[in-house]
């Protein structure tokens, strides 16, 4: 009854707000014709000021005048029309007032729930990531399991479904964090543990580590899981034994159904390993397709191709910024069998890009097409994980010179915001150097030096770290 009481009166007391116009006594009032009377009356004695102070002549100021005093009568003429009469309608200030209570009383009858208990705060983020969930917010359905699973940490089933959800959305580190508990609550079931496996093997940047051979081998050692078949041959291949790989690859092909989803990727991977060998592809993929044993080295014109390397080591000799020629280079490379030359071409394509990281991801995508990923890149070469390489494969090439000018317009964008980031002033100079833009990287190491007036140390280390792109002392 309290609350219904409380509710009344203050739906009363905004009626009665809202009526005020209504209650108020009758009052003349006036528009604005009369205040134009004191605007010219100002305007005269800003006039005779001109006149004392020299700006105008006096026959200037008489004309002046006189048009302001013509103006001044014409509004006089209106001033009766001016006035207006408000009158005090209190029947109908009531009745408004009273149509509010009603109105709102009456609303909150209708939906309102003055009986239901509080919700706690976290009953209340649950139903809203439910309704989230149930409109296809992944995220929110990931957030749901997380909570089940701190709940209830012994059901498997939340672990496994938690797992692959992760997994759905490339996130890889976490997959394999939840796939590890539901290993542990699944008394190492081989699926699990070949789930987990590959979670491990793709947070790792597609490199199969130990732990996870092991745990492939582990799988194999009793059912012939086709996922450990698989990573079980990309193992050895990153380790250098490309016979074995091929061959288990092949193999594994034979026994695969045509429609299975890693179809594609099997022969992938036996092209760029044929290639790599210099087999004949017949022997390991025997359906191959014209295409395939072309880009397996079956049909290209050698002297062709070497006539293309010779044209594109003399684009880069005279610009070695041209990543699209070093990317064309290592794919011609690797056509002709020379898989240590594309890989040198890669990877100097990679030491004048090393401070761009959207070109370093079309490097490694480019050698991951061409298989040579498998192969030691040498000391000091990293990269991005397999997700990052994924999401630019997934680009064409127009889109994905657009993300290599985004990510350059977005560093100086965050730069320009927050410009105290010595490391970010440096890979925008370089960025701009290594994309043959260098009136904008002259541009980005002046601002940069004019930031830094004073630092002697950190301008030091800007010169050491972008002048020389630049050719600044």
Same mark, same amino acid.
């Given at each position: 009854?309290?609350?219904?009481?409380?509710?009344?009166?203050? /739906?009363?007391?905004? @009626?009665?707000?809202?009526?005020?116009?209504?209650?108020?006594?009758?009052?003349?009032?006036?528009?604005?014709?009369?205040?134009? =009377?004191?605007?010219?009356?100002?305007?005269?004695?800003?006039?005779?000021?001109?006149?004392?102070?020299?700006? !105008?002549?006096?026959?200037?100021?008489?004309?002046?005048?006189?048009?302001?005093? &013509?103006?001044?009568?014409?509004?006089?003429?209106?001033?009766?029309?001016?006035?207006?009469?408000?009158?005090?309608?209190?029947?109908?200030?009531?009745?408004?007032?009273?149509?509010?209570?009603?109105?709102?009383? #009456?609303?909150?009858?209708?939906?309102?729930? +003055?009986?239901?208990?509080?919700?706690?705060?976290?009953?209340?983020?649950?139903? %809203?990531?439910?309704?989230?969930?149930?409109?296809?917010? !992944?995220?929110?359905? =990931?957030?749901?399991?997380?909570?089940?699973?701190?709940?209830? +940490?012994?059901?498997?089933?939340?672990?496994?479904?938690?797992?692959?959800?992760?997994?759905? =959305?490339?996130?890889?580190?976490?997959?394999?964090?939840?796939?590890?508990?539901?290993?542990?609550?699944?008394?190492?079931?081989?699926?699990?543990?070949?789930?987990?496996?590959?979670? %491990?093997?793709?947070?790792?940047?597609?490199?199969? +580590?130990?732990?996870?051979? !092991?745990?492939?081998?582990?799988?194999?050692?009793?059912?012939?899981?086709? &996922?450990?078949?698989?990573?079980?041959?990309?193992?050895?291949?990153?380790?250098?034994?490309?016979?074995? /790989?091929?061959?288990?690859?092949?193999?594994?092909?034979?026994?695969?159904?045509?429609?299975?989803?890693?179809?594609?990727?099997?022969?992938?991977?036996?092209?760029?390993?044929?290639?790599?060998?210099?087999?004949? =592809?017949?022997?390991?993929? +025997?359906?191959?397709?014209?295409?395939?044993?072309?880009?397996?080295?079956?049909?290209?014109?050698?002297?062709?191709?070497?006539?293309?390397?010779?044209?594109?080591?003399?684009?880069?000799?005279?610009?070695?910024?041209?990543?699209?020629?070093?990317?064309?280079?290592?794919?011609?490379?690797? @056509? *002709?069998?020379?898989?240590?030359?594309?890989?040198?071409?890669?990877?100097?394509?990679?030491?004048?890009?090393?401070?761009?990281?959207?070109?370093?991801?079309?490097?490694?995508?480019?050698?991951?097409?061409?298989?040579?990923?498998? *192969?030691?890149? #040498?000391? @000091?070469?990293?990269?991005?994980?397999?997700?990052?390489?994924?999401?630019?494969?997934?680009?064409?090439?127009? $889109?994905?010179?657009? %993300?290599?000018?985004?990510?350059?317009?977005?560093?100086?964008?965050?730069?320009?915001?927050?410009?105290?980031?010595?490391?970010?002033? !440096?890979?925008?100079?370089?960025?701009?150097?290594?994309?043959?833009?260098?009136?904008?990287? &002259?541009?980005?190491?002046?601002?940069?030096?004019?930031?830094?007036?004073?630092?002697?140390?950190?301008?030091? $280390?800007?010169?050491?770290?972008?002048?020389?792109?630049?050719?600044?002392?």
């Amino acid at each position: 009854m309290l609350f219904w009481s409380i509710l009344t009166l203050l /739906a009363a007391l905004t @009626g009665l707000w809202m009526a005020r116009p209504f209650l108020r006594r009758g009052q003349m009032e006036m528009d604005a014709t009369d205040s134009s =009377i004191s605007i010219y009356r100002d305007q005269l004695d800003e006039v005779e000021r001109d006149r004392q102070a020299g700006l !105008i002549s006096d026959g200037e100021c008489q004309a002046a005048r006189h048009e302001i005093e &013509r103006r001044a009568l014409s509004a006089a003429r209106n001033l009766d029309q001016g006035f207006f009469v408000g009158h005090r309608s209190v029947p109908a200030g009531l009745g408004l007032a009273g149509v509010s209570v009603a109105a709102v009383v #009456g609303l909150y009858a209708a939906l309102g729930a +003055p009986d239901e208990p509080d919700q706690p705060l976290a009953a209340r983020r649950t139903e %809203m990531l439910t309704q989230q969930a149930a409109a296809g917010d !992944i995220n929110s359905s =990931i957030q749901l399991l997380v909570d089940a699973a701190a709940e209830t +940490p012994d059901d498997f089933e939340t672990w496994w479904v938690l797992a692959r959800s992760y997994a759905e =959305i490339g996130d890889n580190a976490s997959a394999a964090d939840a796939y590890r508990h539901a290993v542990e609550l699944s008394d190492n079931n081989p699926a699990v543990l070949s789930a987990y496996a590959e979670a %491990m093997t793709l947070a790792n940047g597609n490199k199969v +580590p130990p732990a996870a051979r !092991i745990l492939f081998e582990q799988v194999l050692a009793e059912q012939a899981d086709s &996922r450990a078949r698989y990573y079980v041959a990309l193992a050895k291949a990153q380790s250098q034994d490309f016979e074995g /790989a091929v061959q288990d690859w092949s193999r594994l092909y034979a026994d695969s159904p045509p429609n299975a989803p890693w179809v594609a990727m099997i022969r992938r991977d036996i092209i760029n390993m044929t290639r790599f060998l210099k087999h004949d =592809i017949i022997r390991y993929l +025997p359906d191959a397709t014209p295409a395939e044993i072309a880009a397996a080295g079956g049909t290209d014109s050698p002297a062709a191709s070497a006539d293309r390397v010779a044209e594109l080591t003399a684009v880069l000799a005279a610009d070695p910024t041209d990543y699209k020629a070093w990317i064309a280079l290592a794919t011609e490379q690797s @056509g *002709l069998g020379n898989n240590d030359a594309a890989l040198a071409a890669i990877n100097e394509g990679r030491r004048h890009f090393k401070a761009a990281p959207f070109v370093l991801q079309m490097f490694d995508e480019t050698a991951r097409a061409l298989g040579l990923d498998m *192969l030691d890149r #040498g000391p @000091g070469v990293t990269g991005p994980d397999a997700d990052q390489i994924a999401a630019v494969t997934a680009l064409s090439q127009e $889109e994905q010179d657009d %993300m290599i000018d985004g990510m350059v317009a977005g560093l100086a964008a965050k730069l320009e915001e927050n410009p105290d980031n010595l490391d970010g002033w !440096i890979m925008l100079v370089r960025s701009y150097a290594n994309l043959g833009r260098l009136d904008k990287a &002259r541009a980005a190491y002046a601002s940069a030096m004019d930031h830094y007036d004073g630092n002697d140390s950190v301008l030091a $280390e800007l010169r050491a770290g972008a002048g020389e792109v630049i050719g600044a002392n």
